[in-house]
């Protein structure tokens, strides 16, 4: 967005601190011979030199598009006798992360991973979503088919960044005005380099990466279009880091579901009168599964219980100090008084 940077720093400094953060972290010279006889010569990693952009051209959204990471490596296959398949490529697992949405006194909302922030894992797959375990399959992996009589020598790279729409009005509020007010984002992965033999499952970590991206935008709703947002620090991503001992991969980073499949969105008001329309499926006549109107809350219609392979339809209406909460993988509905709030779950 035209003006921004200059709310931050001035734009001397940013170059300057952004080209010394901006070298390229490698590991080269002397190559390293892993079993099996494969050799990488090369692991370069970087993110890009350059601040978050922030686009306010929509009326609806407000966009952002983080600088990429990227890394590459220089691989060698040494010959394979027998007829087996051979895979190298990239596997990237988050391990931490928090996304916040902040809409002043309105309330907020969040993207969360339930299990990896209970605890329950150490981290899940950033995979595609089709190429489990590996991030992708174009330039992010190699495909080596034997036997082969001499050396593969290839190079494969990937790149990554974050580049999401937040709408500026409450989400599932009927409202079209704008109150976000802050956007705060920071999401921290392992990036493998990996080796595996599909006919025996034999998998060798040759090269190990940690990265983070930080966030932090500041909202001012009450401003024209165009000059409502500014980026806070840091300006600058810290370079990733390319450590000199493997990690090994957590089990839950090579199976679904991928982060874009398992995060949960949560959103929080507080006193506002909302209108949810909500369609149940074929749910068994268990009480635990009906739909159940706590005291106080009004419904345009009458009480409805599930019943086997039945679909319908309820609207609510309330006011009071509300909690929803949407899962992307969502279809199942209930409802729970906690701590005076009202709590609706779709997951």
Known sequence: MPGFLCDCWPSLEIRALLCAMGCIQSIGGKARVFREGITVIDVKASIDPVPTSIDESSSVVLRYRTPHFRASAQV?????PKKETWIVGWIQACSHMEFYNQYGEQGMSSWELPDLQEGKIQAISDSDGVNYPWYGNTTETC???GPTKRDSKFII?????FYPSVTWAVPVSESNVAKLTNIYRDQSFTTWLVATNTSTNDMIILQTLHWRMQLSIEVNPNRPLGQRARLREPIAQDQPKILSKNEPIPPSALVKPNANDAQRREVREK???LEITVSRIKSAPDPKHQLWNPEGIKRNKKQKTCTPNVYHTETYMWQTETEHTVSRQTLKVCEATVAGQLKRTIS
Not at 76 to 80: K, L, Q
């Open 143 to 145: 495909t080596i088919v």
């Open 157 to 161: 790279s990937m790149n990554d960044n």
């Open 76 to 80: 060698v296959m040494p010959p394979i």
């Open 271 to 273: 006193s506002i009168t």
